[in-house]
Structures are given as C-alpha cells and as structure tokens.
C-alpha cells in the first residue's frame, strides 16, 4: 500500500532521531562515501545507466567527501551525470542546513500540508528533493554537524540510498572489534524513539516543525 505524504515525513522524522553518531571523523566520512558509491554501482538503476553525484560536507560547508558515479558525457553523446547534478545536490544541502532536517522530510511535509516551496520561504538556490541527510552527534542536539547527500534525479531513492547506507555503516560500527556478524535491517535506536508506526495516519511531523529553532520559521502553519 502506497504510503502517504505524512507517513513518509513521520518516518524520515524518526530516521534523523534514531541515526545519530558517537562521533563523525573525516575517515567516516570517506567510509561512507565510498559505501554509497559501492551500493548504487550494485543497483539496478546504475545497470541501466543511471549516474549519481555524492557529497559529505560539515554543517560550515567544508567538504569531506565528494565523487561522481558514472560521466558527464560519452561519445555517443549520452551521460549519466547531467551538468546541473552538483547545483542540484548543492541546493538539497541549503535545505539541510536551514531546517536542520532532512530533504526528503521537509519535501514530505510540505506535500502533507498542501504548502510549495515558496508558501514555506524556501526559494532562490534550495532544492527541496530526497538525498540530503542531517549528520547528528548522540550528544549535541543542537544542530547536526554535517550533511550526507546525493542526486541521481529520484528522490525517493535517493533519499533511501543515503539512509540505508548511514543505518548499515552505524551498525557496523556499533559491532565488537573481530565479529563477523551481519549487519542487522536496523539497529536500536540511539536515542529512545519508539520505530514509527506507518501503518496509521500520524502527525508527528507537524510537531516536528517547531521542535528545532531553525525549522520553526518556515513550518508555522498560518
């Protein structure tokens, strides 16, 4: 059953509060990198010539990872990467940083309440598609400290790919030293958030709006 725009908020909500780090290094940052770019070249969607952009950037904007999977143009004159990829990947990132949540929740939320972009202030260079992810310390809830993200042109599955690939990275961190047990489907949550229940229609999405500082300007509801 097709899920519905305020389930996808409720869950991409819960996703930010259950993968969080104990701590994010630039080594991190390359590991996980490299772990998207290996599991979109596994995909069906890069078998069938689909090109992605990846960056990893702390919230001031420094980068820490960046790669192109697949090229710009080949000489038959088709590409995977189209020339405006990395403005579209830059512009989910301005999301991030001025909600503090990610792109594919404040692209579900606005559709949950009828809103566009301009209604919520959120114009000029934003670009409010799945694929960006909030990077966020157990211990500073403040604000996050980084910024995960990548453009392939879906944002359903962009969005998925990033996720799915922090949760699996943080699962194997949290793995002994030497254990060769696989990755579990999810790991605990990290911060005592019960897994959402899609199942029913929920609106903790709305309250999510006025939970952080930076959110509250652009989701007041009239």
Not at 107 to 136: C, H, L, Y
Request: charged share 20%.
């Amino acid at each position: 059953m097709t899920q519905t725009d305020a389930e996808l908020a409720t869950l991409s909500l819960h996703e930010e509060r259950d993968y969080r780090f104990t701590s994010f290094s630039a080594s991190d940052a390359v590991t996980l990198g490299l772990s998207i770019r290996k599991r979109f070249r596994g995909s069906s969607r890069h078998v069938k010539g689909k090109g992605l952009v990846i960056s990893i950037q702390t919230i001031a904007g420094h980068t820490l990872f960046s790669c192109t999977v697949g090229d710009l143009g080949h000489p038959d004159g088709v590409g995977d990467v189209s020339l405006d990829s990395w403005a579209c990947l830059e512009g989910m990132v301005s999301v991030v940083r001025r909600t503090g949540h990610s792109s594919f929740y404040v692209e579900k939320s606005m559709g949950a309440m009828g809103k566009t972009p301009k209604q919520m202030g959120i114009q000029g260079d934003f670009r409010v598609n799945g694929g960006a992810f909030p990077i966020w310390l157990q211990n500073a809830p403040c604000c996050p400290i980084g910024v995960v993200a990548c453009y392939s042109g879906s944002s359903q599955d962009d969005h998925t790919l990033v996720v799915h690939t922090v949760r699996d990275y943080l699962a194997k961190l949290s793995r002994p030293a030497g254990s060769s047990t696989p990755a579990p489907e999810s790991i605990p949550s990290m911060v005592n958030v019960p897994p959402p229940d899609v199942n029913r229609e929920s609106n903790d999405w709305e309250h999510a709006t006025t939970d952080y500082g930076l959110s509250e300007a652009p989701y007041s509801h009239p």
